[in-house]
């Protein structure tokens, strides 16, 4: 979980016996957040669980992982809500369980919203720690080496080697030309040098949506985590482009070299177009449909990372597969 989550935490391990002799706010069991439960016990401890649950004073969530559908009704019986989805059973603290019995209601996603809803900017969410990171991890990716071939991974789209579908395929083709690379981060296997980068971006879309309320009421996924290279002659400036599917997206600026002139995001409110003039490490978070681009590079280079939320699950190769 990394240095600065342990940090926060203090982990305490009950057996069966154990547990149900200690009570909540004890000096060995002090009053607890969450507790997560093996699922062969579930049942057994359901008592002593809803005890846990009622006397925190705090709130504490219980989570458990159980594919044993027919547990969750002996589990149910005593608790307001349970959210059993994918072998996940969640309790949800005393306090809030009316509000998960009424999720709140999903706000359409539609383009008249996503145009009216002005773009978050976040100054200096990556730090310079959090920048040498990045760079290091850069410094091993294929499209950053002598090893890089353009041929290649354009060779997909026009011979058949499909990685799922002509969507993907489409999206690798375009994303492996040097003018404008791509490189899927949530598609490469040992991602942990990135994890605070990644949190840190994942908490800058939740804090950013208190503005437009999209997220609350919707199953939420990554949907890609990409790192963005341009040379000259790179630009992404289709008028409409939008991030379509997707809910929130994060762009950040990792850098610019001294002498790069264009290459500046810009978003789109009505007919106007308005630039975002970012610093290495600052972030812009926006409506994923709000259309948006990013204007040529006419000499040097620059940098991003970008990070969509959607709905729909999990992907493993690109924004389409």
């Given amino acids: 979980m990394g240095e600065e989550v342990e940090a926060l ?49 705090h709130g504490v969530r219980i989570i458990a992982c159980t594919q044993a559908q027919s ?36 706000i359409p996603v539609t383009l008249s919203f996503a145009d009216s809803a002005e773009p978050a900017v976040m100054k200096g969410l990556l730090d310079a720690e959090d920048l040498r990171t990045v760079w290091e991890f850069v410094g091993t990716l294929p499209c950053e ?59 800058a879309l939740y804090v950013a949506d208190t503005k437009w309320h999209i997220l609350p009421g919707r199953p939420v996924f990554v949907r890609s985590f990409e790192y963005h290279s341009y040379e000259v002659g790179g630009s992404v400036m289709d008028p409409e482009h939008r991030d379509a599917g997707s809910l929130l997206t994060i762009s950040v600026l990792l850098g610019r070299s001294d002498d790069c002139e264009g290459g500046i995001l810009r978003t789109r409110c009505g007919d106007v177009w308005s630039s975002c003039v970012l610093s290495p490490g600052d972030a812009v978070v926006f409506v994923s449909e709000k ?5 040529p590079i ?24």
Avoid: Y
Wanted: aromatic content about 6%; some cysteine; glycine content about 8%.
């Fill in 9 to 57: 935490l203090r982990w305490e391990l009950l057996g069966k016996v154990t547990a149900e002799d200690e009570t909540v706010g004890t000096e060995r069991f002090l009053d607890p957040t969450v507790v997560l439960v093996a699922a062969g016990v579930l049942a057994s401890t359901s008592s002593w669980l809803r005890s846990v649950w009622e006397r925190s004073r």
């Fill in 71 to 106: 547990m969750l009704t002996e589990i149910a019986q005593g608790f307001e809500v349970l959210d059993a989805s994918e072998g996940l059973l969640v309790v949800p603290p005393r306090h809030l369980a009316q509000d998960w019995a009424t999720p709140p209601e999903k």
């Fill in 145 to 203: 080496t002598e090893n890089w071939d353009e041929e290649a991974a354009v060779s997909g789209i026009l011979f058949g080697e499909s990685t799922g579908g002509v969507c993907a395929d489409s999206e690798d083709a375009f994303h492996g030309l040097r003018e404008h690379r791509v490189v899927h981060l949530h598609g490469i296997e040992d991602q942990r040098p990135l994890r605070r980068v990644r949190a840190k971006l994942l908490r």
């Fill in 291 to 295: 259309r948006h681009n990013v204007t």
């Fill in 298 to 321: 006419t000499c040097g280079t620059r940098q991003s990372m970008v990070m969509e939320l959607w709905e729909h699950g999990k992907t493993f190769h690109n924004r389409h597969a």
